[in-house]
């Protein structure tokens, strides 16, 4: 095993630290949105409950695997070095490849064009309707402004230190639970009988949607392994991003012990919330009124049911605080990775330097403006398809690497050992396979994109060889 490389990050986070950075990167926008699209996919309350809980536990045990890999190096970097170990140097550049143009900045920019739609609510002028320049067939609008204008503020706090970004995320991350958990209480009081009676009736009868005639058809077999892939775009996209704490293992206190528990007791939190969200959506929203939510946005359609008119204020805060939240870790989290890469020397070189303030500034910049750039698309479904197949083939390869390590380097110390080895970890490598999979087939125009640009990486690897660290 290589030593720990002397870099002179300051280990000031702690195990709630850690948490709250796994809950706030992995809440964002998702679960105010994707249940309406996932409803019309499968059209049964059964199936909408059945894809968060398979979700939620192939998230825990990913996430309990990746402990064993963080206790084994626990430096920054995270899930880029655990790659490299495993499988050298063009893998780990692969996924440092993906992760840059694909995984972290194409997450970052989901996230901020969703905190822009629902500051359209607060303030209209902020809409993506309000064009502000046209040129050919590219249209800039106010709502992209407002997305890169939030990555653009959270880059410059992080840049100034880890100190006062950890704090925001802290703060926003427990009020983020708060608000989330008063929803769910608030709804369950609010509860219909009828209506969940009603959502039940068929609860495991599969039916798409005809958005043009707005009526269900029967689904089986081919159709509903499509609607499937389909309805886990959203859950897993709502589900990801909680190995950023991993790449900030080198500013963590005690990383052997906290980075594992910090995964498992975010992962776990979160995915509690996300059913028990879906579970409240069901005893309020008709099923029909679930999937046909103006802009998918089901959590307003909630949130109306319950508080009435002033729901949709409640709601637009809720997500702008929760996005701001996710984007703040996201942004604190990935430029690690840019920054031991470059130390490895497959990454910009100005990237493998620290600030003043100790934190990799370049970096934090150099993902700004690529995330920026993502946000012109300004299309949160694509982007969503985009990332969620890079991420799964990243994830299965990396706790793939857990059983090679354990071949590479059967002698290492392991404080922390993958729970259920080799069970677990193998039962998550064929569900995540099957999804990738299912994924290639169904979304083939978008996710055949993303792999598309995971796979330009070995070229480039190669022609830039030369320059990397022997």
Not at 84 to 96: C, D, I, M, N
Not at 248 to 263: C, D, H, M, Q
């Given at each position: 095993m290589q030593?720990e490389?002397k870099d002179?990050?300051k280990?000031?986070?702690g195990?709630?630290?850690?948490t709250m950075l796994v809950?706030?990167?992995m809440i964002?926008s998702g679960?105010?949105?994707?249940?309406s699209d996932?409803v019309?996919?499968l059209?049964?309350a059964?199936?909408l409950?059945a894809?968060?809980?398979?979700?939620?536990?192939?998230?825990?045990?990913?996430a309990?695997s990746y402990?064993?890999l963080?206790a084994?190096f626990p430096k920054?970097?995270g899930q880029?070095?655990?790659?490299?170990?495993?499988?050298g140097?063009l893998?780990?550049?692969?996924?440092?490849w993906?992760?840059?143009?694909?995984?972290?900045t194409g997450?970052?920019a989901a996230?901020?064009?969703?905190?822009s739609?629902?500051?359209?609510y607060l303030?209209p002028a902020?809409?993506d309707?309000n064009?502000l320049y046209?040129?050919?067939s590219?249209?800039?609008?106010?709502?992209?402004i407002v997305?890169i204008v939030?990555?653009?503020?959270?880059?410059?706090l992080n840049s100034k230190?880890?100190?006062?970004?950890?704090?925001?995320?802290?703060?926003?991350?427990?009020?983020?639970?708060?608000?989330?958990?008063?929803?769910i209480?608030?709804?369950?009081?609010?509860a219909?009988?009828?209506?969940w009676?009603?959502?039940?009736?068929?609860?495991w009868?599969?039916q798409?949607?005809d958005?043009?005639t707005g009526?269900?058809l029967?689904?089986?077999?081919?159709?509903?392994?499509?609607g499937i892939?389909?309805?886990l775009?959203?859950?897993m996209?709502s589900s990801?991003a909680?190995?950023g704490?991993?790449f900030?293992?080198?500013e963590?206190?005690n990383p052997?012990?906290?980075?594992?528990?910090?995964?498992?007791?975010g992962?776990?939190?979160?995915?509690?919330i996300y059913?028990?969200a879906?579970?409240?959506?069901?005893s309020v929203?008709?099923?029909?009124?679930?999937?046909?939510a103006?802009?998918?946005?089901?959590?307003v359609?909630?949130s109306q049911?319950?508080?009435g008119?002033i729901?949709?204020?409640?709601?637009a805060v809720m997500?702008?605080?929760?996005?701001?939240a996710?984007?703040?870790?996201l942004i604190?989290?990935?430029?690690?990775?840019?920054?031991?890469?470059a130390?490895?020397?497959?990454?910009?070189?100005?990237?493998?330097?620290l600030n003043e303030?100790k934190?990799?500034?370049?970096?934090?910049?150099a993902?700004?403006?690529?995330?920026?750039?993502?946000?012109l698309t300004?299309k949160?479904?694509?982007?969503?398809?985009?990332v969620v197949i890079?991420v799964l083939i990243?994830?299965?390869l990396?706790i793939?690497?857990?059983?090679?390590l354990?071949?590479?380097?059967?002698?290492?110390?392991r404080?922390y050992?993958?729970f259920?080895y080799?069970?677990l970890?193998?039962i998550?490598?064929?569900v995540?396979?099957?999804i990738?999979?299912a994924?290639?087939?169904?979304k083939?125009s978008?996710?055949?994109?993303g792999v598309?640009?995971?796979l330009?990486?070995?070229p480039?690897?190669?022609?830039?060889?030369?320059n990397i660290?022997?």
């Amino acid at each position: 095993m290589q030593e720990e490389t002397k870099d002179d990050f300051k280990r000031e986070l702690g195990l709630l630290d850690g948490t709250m950075l796994v809950v706030g990167s992995m809440i964002g926008s998702g679960i105010f949105i994707v249940s309406s699209d996932m409803v019309r996919q499968l059209g049964s309350a059964g199936w909408l409950i059945a894809m968060w809980v398979l979700t939620g536990t192939i998230t825990v045990i990913a996430a309990v695997s990746y402990g064993e890999l963080s206790a084994l190096f626990p430096k920054a970097g995270g899930q880029y070095v655990y790659i490299k170990e495993a499988y050298g140097r063009l893998v780990g550049f692969l996924y440092g490849w993906s992760f840059f143009a694909v995984i972290q900045t194409g997450t970052i920019a989901a996230v901020g064009v969703a905190f822009s739609k629902f500051a359209a609510y607060l303030v209209p002028a902020f809409s993506d309707k309000n064009i502000l320049y046209e040129i050919g067939s590219f249209q800039l609008n106010a709502a992209q402004i407002v997305s890169i204008v939030t990555i653009v503020f959270l880059s410059y706090l992080n840049s100034k230190g880890v100190k006062n970004s950890k704090t925001l995320q802290t703060v926003l991350t427990v009020i983020k639970i708060l608000s989330l958990a008063g929803l769910i209480i608030f709804g369950f009081f609010a509860a219909k009988a009828e209506v969940w009676d009603a959502n039940w009736a068929n609860a495991w009868s599969s039916q798409a949607l005809d958005n043009s005639t707005g009526t269900w058809l029967p689904i089986s077999g081919a159709a509903l392994i499509s609607g499937i892939s389909a309805a886990l775009v959203g859950s897993m996209f709502s589900s990801v991003a909680w190995e950023g704490v991993t790449f900030i293992a080198a500013e963590i206190k005690n990383p052997k012990r906290n980075v594992g528990l910090s995964l498992f007791l975010g992962t776990f939190i979160v995915s509690v919330i996300y059913i028990l969200a879906n579970i409240m959506y069901l005893s309020v929203v008709p099923l029909q009124e679930i999937a046909t939510a103006e802009s998918d946005r089901v959590a307003v359609v909630a949130s109306q049911y319950i508080f009435g008119s002033i729901g949709t204020l409640i709601i637009a805060v809720m997500i702008m605080i929760s996005t701001f939240a996710c984007n703040n870790g996201l942004i604190m989290a990935g430029a690690r990775v840019y920054y031991t890469m470059a130390q490895d020397g497959v990454f910009f070189k100005k990237a493998a330097k620290l600030n003043e303030a100790k934190v990799p500034a370049w970096s934090i910049w150099a993902q700004c403006i690529w995330a920026s750039a993502l946000c012109l698309t300004g299309k949160y479904g694509d982007l969503l398809d985009f990332v969620v197949i890079i991420v799964l083939i990243f994830y299965i390869l990396t706790i793939l690497g857990i059983f090679i390590l354990r071949r590479k380097m059967p002698d290492a110390e392991r404080s922390y050992k993958a729970f259920g080895y080799p069970v677990l970890p193998a039962i998550y490598i064929i569900v995540a396979s099957a999804i990738c999979l299912a994924l290639l087939y169904t979304k083939t125009s978008t996710s055949g994109w993303g792999v598309l640009i995971m796979l330009l990486g070995i070229p480039v690897y190669y022609l830039t060889k030369s320059n990397i660290k022997k």
